[in-house]
């Protein structure tokens, strides 16, 4: 079978999202994968899967639903078409908590500002 052209790159900044990964159930995992793949590779991701984040900057939600448990990863691009996750959660309320996502923009703003020094040592 021949391989998918990826679209996108995933990558994973320090160990936030592992720290995430590591903890969920088989059936969860094997789903957070698929959704991972699925926004690598196809051209416009739909909604479901993949939303930005409104009144943020530049931060989006990938969404994971495995039966009746719902997970967000939260990422953001570096250019076009690199992806970088930062911190995933399960969601149990209808509103995404705010600490979540004040923990992700600071994590972007890490990312940000190592990326600056690394390119201007």
Request: glycine share 4%; charged share 35%; proline share 2%.
């Amino acid at each position: 079978m021949a391989q998918k052209q990826k679209r996108r790159t995933i990558i994973f900044y320090r160990n936030y999202f592992e720290d995430f990964f590591v903890r969920q159930r088989r059936k969860v995992k094997d789903k957070i994968i698929w959704t991972l793949e699925l926004i690598e590779e196809i051209e416009k991701v739909p909604e479901t899967y993949l939303k930005h984040l409104e009144n943020s900057d530049g931060l989006f939600e990938i969404r994971v639903q495995q039966g009746s448990d719902i997970f967000r990863i939260f990422c953001f691009f570096d250019g076009g078409q690199l992806v970088v996750l930062s911190n995933g959660f399960q969601k149990k309320t209808q509103k995404t908590p705010s600490q979540e996502i004040e923990r992700a923009e600071k994590i972007k703003q890490q990312y940000e500002n190592e990326k600056k020094q690394h390119n201007n040592p």
